[in-house]
């Protein structure tokens, strides 16, 4: 049974950095690619960056880049978001999401005001 775990939401201040986790089970995570989507009120769920299992990542949001990095450690089983420099356009719920197998994890609030 897939499952995804994310943590590391908050609130931050505009400016502030947060860095997001995704602890992956239930199969074999280094062979899968693995992407961060994310919604904010009011809009449709969007794709944020997508991680593949050489660890380049691809389709990186084009408001993000520069901004946000996403990564994988195959040994723990987990992918995370690094976003630095955040504004309050960022607020949304944060996904966590396989595509091999379609599942999503519960997703983490980000707060981004002053």
């Known amino acids: 049974q897939v499952q995804l775990v994310e943590s590391g939401g908050g609130w931050v201040q505009p400016g502030g950095s947060l860095r997001l986790s995704c602890a992956a089970s239930g199969f074999t995570f280094a062979n899968a690619f693995m992407s961060w989507y994310r919604q904010a009120p009011g809009k449709e769920r969007e794709l944020v960056a997508t991680?593949?299992?050489?660890?380049?990542?691809?389709n990186l949001l084009d408001s993000v880049k520069g901004r946000f990095t996403i990564s994988r450690d195959n040994r723990v089983n987990t992918v995370y978001l690094q976003m630095n420099t955040l504004k309050p356009e960022d607020t949304a719920v944060y996904y966590c999401y396989v595509p091999r197998f379609g599942s999503w994890g519960q997703g983490t609030q980000v707060t981004v005001s002053s």
């Open positions: 991680i593949t299992i050489t660890g380049s990542s691809l």
